[in-house]
């Protein structure tokens, strides 16, 4: 086995170990160690990173220490930790040597050429990410769902945990689905392109763990919950969280022109109004995989060429 597995490995295992309740609470915080201890043994990671980790750290060990005693600072801690994971997961911090998985392949015959990286760094922004903000970004028992009420409000809390799925999944995902794939083929950077390419279970895994889960922790986790949170102390409805939120999702895939940040803007929406509905962010993170996953193999990917 590639010893650059193994990094890539924990911080999977991270992730899952936080998503499994009967398993120690420190679990997933230790993997994420081991995985970046492993990361600087096979040079994933070199010693010019070690200073950006001792922060990450840093802020990270103080936030919990802060939250009840002192919320004010927390928030501002917080805010510091997610601009500092944001610098980590857009590859603005030294030390990171993220390996090259795919060069300039052409997935679909005329779309252009498609480069895949493993990103460490993006990957280890949502596991620190996932480490601090849960269970903050799942609903608290309150009233949140007692105040709101309707198709787009919070989930009642007497929800078991299959049905706050469905309620997350459906009717959003397959609306949310057609509507981003459509307005793709309408605007002309996407058509009909079935396919299975040998590569594509290595792409599934990095879209979903490297992927996915940094982006739904920042955009959902992160900033649609405490725009909730706000909305919700003064009473107003939730949905505009989503919306906003979606938007600002959309102008960050700016790089791909604008009718692909219009798609993108819309599918943002739908993650968010999953997050809204289930109250659970692995089904933002879950319905954003499965969108990826299905325009990877039935539409052509990354866009036309044209």
């Known amino acids: 086995m590639d010893l650059h597995v193994i990094p890539y490995l924990c911080l999977g295992l991270a992730i899952l170990a936080c998503f499994w309740p009967r398993l120690p609470a420190l679990l997933p915080a230790l993997l994420t160690i081991v995985a970046c201890i492993s990361a600087l043994l096979c040079d994933v990671i070199s010693v010019a990173a070690i200073p950006s980790l001792a922060v990450i750290a840093a802020l ?19 805010a510091l930790l997610a601009l500092v994971l944001l610098a980590l997961a857009m590859h603005k911090l030294p030390g990171f040597h993220n390996v090259l998985l795919l060069d300039q392949v052409q997935v679909s015959r005329d779309g252009i050429p498609f480069t895949l990286y493993a990103n460490f760094d993006k990957g280890l922004a949502g596991v620190v990410l996932l480490l601090v903000l849960w269970p903050l970004s799942q609903y608290p028992q309150g009233n949140w769902q007692s105040q709101h009420r309707g198709p787009l409000a919070p989930p009642a809390t007497s929800l078991r ?15 949310t689905f057609l509507f981003s794939e459509l307005l793709g083929v309408t605007f002309g950077f996407l058509t009909w392109d079935p396919k299975f390419p040998s590569y594509t279970l290595l792409f599934l895994a990095v879209n979903l763990w490297l992927t996915c889960v940094a982006e739904e922790l920042f955009f959902r986790g992160l900033l649609q919950t405490s725009l909730q949170r706000w909305l919700a102390a003064r009473g107003y409805a939730l949905w505009p969280a989503a919306v906003l939120v979606g938007l600002l999702f959309g102008v960050a895939h700016l790089a791909g022109g604008w009718p692909y940040a219009v798609a993108v803007t819309f599918a943002g929406i739908g993650y968010g109004l999953m997050y809204l509905r289930s109250g659970r962010i692995e089904v933002a993170i879950l319905g954003h995989f499965a969108l990826n996953a299905v325009h990877f193999l039935l539409f052509s990917y990354p866009m036309l060429a044209s």
Do not use: K, T
Not at 60 to 78: D, E, T
Not at 161 to 175: E, I, N, V
């Open 161 to 175: 945990y299959d049905q706050l799925l469905w309620r997350g999944f459906w009717p959003l995902f397959p609306l």
């Open 60 to 78: 990270v060990g103080l936030h919990p220490l802060l939250r009840q005693r002192a919320p004010r600072a927390a928030s501002i801690v917080l």
